[in-house]
């Protein structure tokens, strides 16, 4: 499959383990985010990275691996931003909901790939200090999370449909983080 080449070039070319695998996790995930994974090739990821393509097989694997990695990436960045002074305005919670949400319609079994769930795991925690037990808890959360993702795969659609063109994003964000509160019951 060919696909669009790659826009944005690094200004420094990566040397050493560390600053390639930094370099890929970082070009994949834009990439993923801006088109999702199917649509992008491990060419494409390199050519962003400015590495060759060799080293993102070397470090990652196959591209279902990549994808893990990519995931748990957004996992560790999504569990910085928490402990943020506001995590709900901060845009690595989004890119990792973009992200997987791309990953998810384009088939991926990101409950394989993926190995730790830090922010349903702090949503888990949050509701059960409110007196909820286990099983609600995670099923609370569920709930909040599949809102949240269904806003990341069906934005244009729901915008669209329900006349709601006009919103800013801004607004629009703010109005779903006010119902994600409420379906957390965290108001």
């Known amino acids: 499959m060919t696909t669009p080449r790659s826009r944005k070039k690094p200004t420094e070319i990566p040397t050493g383990r560390d600053a390639v695998s930094t370099a890929v996790l970082t070009a994949a995930t834009e990439l993923f985010g801006e088109r999702g994974p199917t649509a992008t090739s491990i060419r494409d990821i390199a050519e962003r990275a400015g590495v060759n393509h060799g080293l993102v097989f ?68 949050m ?29 244009p659609f729901l915008r669209a449909a329900a006349g709601l063109t006009e919103m800013s994003e801004t607004e629009l964000d703010r109005s779903i983080d006010r119902r994600l509160e409420q379906l957390l019951e965290l108001d």
């Open 58 to 125: 070397r470090h990652f694997g196959a591209k279902q691996a990549l994808v893990g990695a990519v995931l748990n990436h957004l996992a560790a960045e999504s569990a910085d931003a928490l402990t943020g002074p506001d995590p709900a305005s901060d845009p690595r919670l989004r890119r990792h909901w973009t992200v997987l949400a791309r990953c998810i319609l384009d088939g991926y079994p990101v409950g394989e790939l993926q190995d730790r769930f830090p922010v349903i795991a702090h949503g888990v925690a």
């Open 127 to 155: 509701v059960r200090e409110r007196g909820a037990d286990e099983r609600t808890a995670a099923l609370t959360v569920a709930h909040a999370a599949a809102f949240r993702l269904g806003w990341e795969m069906f934005r």
